[in-house]
């Protein structure tokens, strides 16, 4: 009885390393963080950044619409980003219904954050997008005091001032690329 015993824990643990081994060899690696996935095939806006972030943050995207006179801690999706030397995409879903006029794209909460390559940002709808190039995310947004920004690089670095961090860009009024988006 106890080598019948003996011989079940044995099998048992064998077999669940064999499916440890086998999840392994299937996880595939993508360098794409979603947030809000619950609204997947209706119709909402995405925020999409295509950034280098050297070390692990938290990045935020505050919205408001045209019936919100500012940004507001009821109105924001944040992402967890994990450090890495490579490109990633990081995407920002708005709940459904909204449609956005103002951005706040806040930039971490890593104070100890190296700096960040902005390659590219974009705004989605259904099949059709705009794509902040050409120096348009440099005449649509606007870094506050605790972020230097190299124009020709798209270079972020992020600094505390006297204890307090919080860098972030924010937009003008959206509403005409918006609106261009949804016809």
Do not use: W
């Amino acid at each position: 009885m106890k080598r019948l015993f003996l011989f079940f824990c044995f099998v048992s643990i064998i077999s669940c390393k064999s499916d440890k081994k086998e999840e392994q060899k299937t996880i595939p690696i993508d360098n794409t963080i979603t947030t809000n996935t619950e609204i997947d095939g209706k119709m909402y806006f995405e925020i999409i950044m295509d950034a280098v972030v050297l070390k692990d943050d938290k990045f935020h995207v505050f919205y408001k619409d045209f019936n919100d006179g500012g940004f507001s801690g009821e109105r924001v999706i944040e992402a967890l980003v994990k450090g890495n030397v490579n490109n990633q995409q990081i995407i920002f879903a708005i709940p459904e219904e909204i449609i956005p006029n103002g951005l706040r794209l806040d930039f971490g909460v890593n104070y100890g954050q190296e700096p960040i390559k902005l390659n590219s940002l974009k705004i989605r709808f259904d099949k059709r997008e705009f794509q902040f190039n050409d120096g348009k995310f440099e005449q649509l947004f606007k870094p506050n005091k605790f972020v230097i920004y190299g124009e020709k690089d798209k270079e972020i670095i992020t600094e505390p001032i006297d204890g307090l961090y919080d860098p972030n860009f924010v937009s003008i009024n959206l509403e005409d690329i918006i609106f261009s988006l949804m016809d």
